[in-house]
C-alpha cells in the first residue's frame, strides 16, 4: 500500500465520503473512487452497480452501455489492475532513470 493510498483510506475511515474524501486530501474523485475500489470499499449505489456488473463479468464498454455512465466514469470506480504509476520500479526502468538524471 502506497502512502496516496493510505491517506485516502484513512480519509474515508472519518468522512464516508468521496466528497469528503476530497476536502481532507485534495485528490479527484476518480482517484479516490479508484483506490476504494481496490480495497473493496463500495462508496455509493453507482460504485455498487458499476462493481457488480463487473462482477458479472462485463467490461468497461457493456458497463457504460447499460448503465449509460461514461466509459472513463466506469473505468473510475473499476479496481485498479495494475499496479501504481511509479510502484514496484523494475530494475531496469531504475537503472534508465538514473541514466537520465545524469545527462
Known amino acids: 500500500m502506497n502512502l496516496k493510498d493510505e491517506k485516502i483510506l484513512s480519509a474515508w475511515e472519518e468522512k464516508q465520503s468521496i466528497t469528503g474524501v476530497h476536502k481532507i486530501t485534495g485528490y479527484n474523485w476518480q482517484q479516490i ?4 475500489s481496490t480495497y473493496g470499499i463500495v462508496a455509493n449505489d453507482t460504485h455498487e452497480i458499476i462493481l457488480n456488473l463487473y462482477d458479472r463479468g462485463k467490461n468497461a464498454k457493456e458497463i457504460s452501455k447499460i448503465t449509460g455512465y461514461a466509459e472513463t ?8 489492475v495494475r499496479p501504481a ?3 514496484n520500479i523494475s530494475e531496469n526502468a531504475k537503472r534508465i532513470k538514473k541514466y537520465r538524471q545524469n545527462k
Open 85 to 87: 504509476y511509479n510502484e
Open 73 to 80: 466514469t466506469v473505468h473510475a470506480y473499476l479496481p485498479r
Open 33 to 36: 473512487a479508484k483506490v476504494l
